[in-house]
C-alpha cells in the first residue's frame, strides 16, 4: 500500500489506511511536537490527537496535494494551540532531554568537543524554550521538517511574506538569546 491508497482507504471509510499513515509520519510527527512543546508525554498527545484529526476531517482532504505537510501543519498548530493553553515552561532538565543530548553529544569525538557540543546544545534549547510557540513552530517547520517557506505559506493559509517576517523575527530573537548566553 501507499501513501495515495491508505488515504483513499482511509477517505473510504477503512481504518487500516489511518494505520499505515501512523507508521509512517508518527516518528517525525512527535519529533516536530516536541520540539515546540518540550514534553514527551505531551507531544505524543498532541500526535494522537492529530491522527484522529486527520481521520476526522480526511474527506476534505485535496488529493492533488501532498498528505505530508497538510498533516505536519495540523501537528505544528495542535503543539502550539496546546502550549497556549498551557502557557507553561518545561524546565531542560528533564531525563529525557538529558539523555536526547546525551545521544547526540556520544557523536561527537573528543572529550572536550563532547562537553562543548553538551553546552551548545543546552544553549539552544534553552534559547528555544524562551520563543514564542508560535517562534518555535516556524523554526521547526523550517529546520526541522525542511519546508520551504512556500510550503509553509500554504499550510498556513497565509502569504510567503508572512512566513518570511516569521522566520526572520524567530531567527533573529533565537539568535540574541544565543549571543546572551554567551556572554
Do not use: C
Not at 68 to 79: G, K, L, T, Y
Request: charge should be negative.
Amino acid at each position: 500500500m501507499d501513501e495515495h491508497q491508505a488515504i483513499q482507504r482511509l477517505k473510504n471509510g477503512d481504518i487500516r489506511g489511518l494505520e499505515f499513515l501512523v507508521m509512517r509520519y508518527q516518528v517525525r510527527a512527535v519529533r516536530a511536537a516536541f520540539l515546540i512543546t518540550r514534553d514527551l508525554a505531551l507531544a505524543e498527545d498532541v500526535v494522537q490527537e492529530a491522527f484522529l484529526q486527520v481521520f476526522r476531517s480526511i474527506r476534505s482532504f485535496d488529493m492533488t496535494r501532498p498528505f505530508e505537510p497538510w498533516f505536519m501543519r495540523i501537528v505544528v498548530n495542535a503543539a502550539m494551540k496546546t502550549m497556549q493553553r498551557s502557557a507553561r515552561e518545561v524546565q531542560v532538565e528533564d531525563e529525557a532531554d538529558e539523555s536526547l543530548l546525551a545521544e547526540l553529544g556520544a557523536q561527537v569525538e573528543s572529550v572536550e568537543a563532547q562537553v562543548e557540543s553538551l553546552e551548545f546544545q543546552d544553549q539552544i534549547w534553552d534559547a528555544m524554550q524562551r520563543l514564542s510557540p508560535r517562534q518555535r513552530a516556524v523554526i521547526v517547520q523550517r529546520y526541522f521538517l525542511e519546508m520551504s517557506e512556500k510550503e509553509m505559506a500554504e499550510a498556513a493559509g497565509t502569504s510567503i511574506g508572512t512566513v518570511k517576517w516569521l522566520l526572520n523575527a524567530a531567527r533573529t530573537r533565537l539568535r540574541a538569546l544565543l549571543e546572551r548566553s554567551e556572554e
